[in-house]
């Protein structure tokens, strides 16, 4: 079983719209969770950093972890062509080692 | 500031030879991070570092080595390159739990022929 497991998409919706993507996981110890985009051919960039369960909130991105359910989702809101990229879920017991999952692709249509 | 650099950008390498990944950081950051990265798939975690003089093996260390001399580099050693190390490789810099830090450099592509 995969420790991390994430939807590869494509997900394509028009511009403006609600985006939800989420991952899943195994290891009910992981305690840090992040989300990463990551545009074609570029290094991948920390959108939003959540310790424990709970959400977090930074302008257009929400960050949620549910620990009961191991299961943590990324919101994004009034999306624009510009958020089309491909969104990494990556998650850790103590920082150390971090598993990722495969990515979505995410494309926003004008 | 340059954040985390790594050289060099792209590599061709013949089957059994070697080669060093350069990465450098400028932010004083405690944690270092190897990752290999395969087409359509997330990241891999090599070899991580917490400190200078402190390293220890990720998911995937067969075929790979690294030292951390210093607070800045973090280089990974691949010997005896296969096909099977064909992959873009990305080192970042993180200054550990607690903070939202984590930066990553632009990678490095690596083909073994």
């Known amino acids: 079983q995969k420790e991390v497991e994430q939807d590869p998409g494509p997900l394509s919706v028009p511009e403006g719209a609600i985006v939800s993507l989420n991952c899943t996981y195994s290891?009910?110890?992981?305690?840090?969770f992040m989300w990463y985009r990551q545009y074609s051919r570029k290094g991948p960039e920390l959108l939003m950093y959540t310790y424990s369960s709970g959400n977090k909130e930074d302008g257009r991105f929400t960050a949620q972890v549910d620990k009961s359910s191991k299961y943590i989702s990324l919101f994004i809101r009034d999306s624009q062509p510009s958020d089309s990229a491909t969104y990494l879920c990556?998650?850790?017991?103590?920082?150390?080692?971090?598993?990722f999952g495969s990515g979505t692709k995410l494309n926003v249509k004008p | 500031n340059a954040g985390v650099t790594q050289t060099p950008k792209f590599r061709i390498l013949k089957i059994g030879q070697s080669m060093t990944l350069q990465c450098t950081q400028d932010m004083n950051h405690n944690y270092m991070y190897w990752y290999r990265q395969d087409p359509g798939m997330g990241l891999k975690l090599i070899y991580y570092?917490?400190?200078?003089?402190?390293?220890d093996k990720g998911e995937v260390p067969n075929g790979y080595n690294v030292s951390r001399s210093t607070t800045e580099d973090f280089p990974l050693r691949l010997e005896l390159a296969a096909p099977s190390q064909t992959s873009v490789y990305f080192c970042?810099?993180?200054?550990?739990?607690?903070?939202?830090?984590?930066?990553f450099g632009p990678g490095t592509r690596l083909t073994v022929l």
């Open positions: 970042a810099a993180s200054g550990g739990p607690g903070t939202d830090t984590q930066y």
């Open positions: 290891n009910s110890a992981f305690q840090y």
């Open positions: 990556a998650m850790s017991l103590n920082f150390n080692k971090f598993y």
């Open positions: 570092s917490v400190g200078a003089g402190i390293t």
